[in-house]
């Protein structure tokens, strides 16, 4: 699957051979802030955990993964968006739920460009089928992330205990019902 461009922004498939884009991104603390506690991520644990966790649920044709975010005009990388089914790394995955998640460089924050990103992932990926809501989650505390979900156009649902191998955590959980095509 391809993401059109918008305005400013162009987007990637990432994978493996992206591994200096994802370990820039997160060795900032505040990047890792409401993620880890401000933990950069390892070299180690990235090829350990996090490759082999998006190698998981990556699928090109269903847009399932993680898309970099570049700006057009100089092809910088800005972060990534990730689309994948909610709930993937339990017992019960919900397929017609899609999760997104964004992580961007400190110094793009506050421009839009979270927002930019998701909208142009959620409209491609809108169009296959199958798909009924988008969701998200962050820590309550996360206020960038939930502004974001909010302009998304998504609604607060409750707060929650989200369980993952990693970890579980209180986050925020917001949907988007897609309207019947």
């Known amino acids: ?15 493996r051979e992206d591994a200096a884009l ?3 991104l997160d060795s900032d603390p505040e990047v890792m802030r409401y993620i880890n506690g401000g933990k950069p991520t390892t070299p180690q644990a990235f090829e350990e955990i996090a490759l082999p966790r998006l190698y998981a649920y990556r699928d090109a044709q269903k847009g399932w993964g993680m898309f970099g975010v570049f700006l057009k005009e100089s092809e910088a990388f800005l972060g990534w968006i990730l689309v994948r089914p909610m709930d993937f790394f339990s017992d019960s995955p919900q397929w017609d739920n899609v999760e997104l998640g964004w ?10 460009y ?17 798909v009924s809501t988008f969701c ?3 820590d309550k505390d996360n206020t960038g992330s939930t502004n ?8 607060y649902v409750d707060t929650r ?5 990693l970890g579980d955590s209180e986050v925020v ?6 309207t019947q095509r």
């Open 136 to 138: 998200a989650i962050a």
């Open 173 to 178: 959980y917001y949907h988007l019902e897609l």
């Open 161 to 165: 205990l989200h369980k993952d191998p």
């Open 22 to 24: 994802f370990l820039d």
């Open 148 to 155: 974001v979900m909010k302009k998304l156009g998504m609604r």
């Open 114 to 130: 979270a927002t930019e990103a998701a909208k142009a992932v959620m409209l491609a990926v809108a169009q296959q089928t199958g």
């Open 1 to 15: 699957m391809n993401i059109k461009d918008t305005a400013r922004l162009t987007f990637r498939f990432l994978g």
């Open 103 to 112: 992580r961007f460089k400190q110094d793009t924050w506050g421009k839009g």
